[in-house]
């Protein structure tokens, strides 16, 4: 298990981010200069860094490194292309059933 992290935009990546992702972390801050924090979690043991706006610094499976600009900004993410949070907490719990 590898735990993520939050690192402050425009600070050196957190030690656990791999160096291959260091230059294109890098060049969405310049893109985003809005932006406030970074988040490194791991999907499938690979590191998964997002940015405060949306952006995400990825490894795909075959080692390469992927920007995906994610929609909702704001550091929401859905990978079904919708807004990833809303303010009406009563179907918070509707995927159960």
Same mark, same amino acid.
């Given at each position: 298990m590898q735990l993520g =992290?939050?690192?402050a935009a425009g600070s050196p990546p957190h030690p656990?981010?791999?160096s291959s992702l260091h230059e294109a972390i890098a060049a969405q801050e310049a893109a985003?200069?809005?932006a406030d924090s970074w988040t490194l979690t791991?999907?499938?043991g690979r590191p998964r860094c997002q940015l405060s706006v949306?952006?995400?610094v990825t490894i795909d499976a075959a080692g =390469?490194?992927?920007v995906i600009d994610a929609p909702g900004g =704001?550091? =929401?993410f859905d990978p079904n292309g919708g807004p990833a949070h809303d303010d &009406? &907490? &009563?179907d918070d719990d509707a995927w159960l059933s």
């Amino acid at each position: 298990m590898q735990l993520g =992290a939050r690192w402050a935009a425009g600070s050196p990546p957190h030690p656990s981010v791999p160096s291959s992702l260091h230059e294109a972390i890098a060049a969405q801050e310049a893109a985003h200069p809005d932006a406030d924090s970074w988040t490194l979690t791991w999907l499938e043991g690979r590191p998964r860094c997002q940015l405060s706006v949306g952006v995400i610094v990825t490894i795909d499976a075959a080692g =390469a490194v992927q920007v995906i600009d994610a929609p909702g900004g =704001a550091g =929401a993410f859905d990978p079904n292309g919708g807004p990833a949070h809303d303010d &009406d &907490d &009563d179907d918070d719990d509707a995927w159960l059933s």
